[in-house]
């Protein structure tokens, strides 16, 4: 069955400093993947998908996700993080050929001034 | 472009008693979403739609929850009776085509309290 696991439920960094956020998925086949974020009161938004192709992708707000099949992990990076980045994080995988997608449980990031 | 858009925003009830939801898409979506977020947990899919079908309802608690679609654009999740458990965030979600690679939009969801 497929998984998701979110390993930190907390995350602290200061403003400026870089941002890694683990996700570790179980599925038989190759995944779809996703990070979304969700800011307080706000919906969950797209920062990047991976499907295939070159492992490193890049998505919106300076957000890049590194796709590692041997170690059957997605983890999102920032190079230095702003303020305004502090959300939750919830990475998702899908299965090809389902319309599943299967959340993870979050990661909350606050950022120190 | 408009988003999803969710009411109310927030909805408190006494257990036992009915509540709807409603989701307006983003025009041209055609699949809809309803999911259930807990405290510290992720979204959890209730039901999907492709157009007015109801093609994946497995995790929907049919005794008590009930969801419609009418023409195929606004949706409503309704419970019937409510329970305390059943306090959570009631997110909806679109995406223009049914494919596991859509993104998909949310909206800001409806906080229900069951008290």
């Known amino acids: ?36 974020v969700q800011s307080p009161g706000q919906g969950l ?22 796709f590692k099949r041997s170690q059957s992990s997605f983890n999102l990076r920032k190079p230095s993080v702003h303020w305004s980045d502090a959300a939750e994080y919830f990475c998702a995988v899908g299965a090809s050929g389902t319309y599943k997608y299967i959340f993870g449980t979050g990661t909350r990031l606050k950022v120190l001034a | 472009e408009a988003g999803v858009v969710q009411s109310p925003r927030y909805k408190i009830i006494e257990k036992k008693q009915p509540v709807a939801f409603w989701c307006n898409p983003i025009s041209g979506h055609n699949t809809l979403y309803w999911y259930l977020q807990n405290l510290g947990q992720g979204p959890e899919l209730l039901i999907r739609y492709e157009n007015e079908e109801a093609v994946d309802d497995s ?22 009776p409510a329970e305390l458990g059943d306090s959570a965030v009631y997110l909806c979600a679109s995406s223009p085509g049914d494919g596991i690679n859509e993104k ?6 409806t906080q229900l309290s069951v008290l």
């Open chain 1, 1 to 36: 069955a497929q998984s998701v696991t979110q390993p930190d439920i907390h995350i602290t960094v200061s403003e400026g400093a870089s941002l890694e956020l683990r996700c570790n998925y179980s599925y038989g086949a190759t995944p779809y993947l996703f990070w979304y």
């Open chain 1, 45 to 66: 938004q797209l920062l990047l998908k991976y499907f295939s192709g070159d492992t490193l992708v890049q998505g919106i707000k300076g957000f890049e996700a590194e």
């Open chain 2, 59 to 80: 995790q929907l608690p049919k005794d008590r929850f009930s969801a419609e679609r009418l023409k195929g654009v606004d949706s409503t999740l309704k419970i019937q």
């Open chain 2, 104 to 109: 998909l939009f949310f909206g800001s969801g």
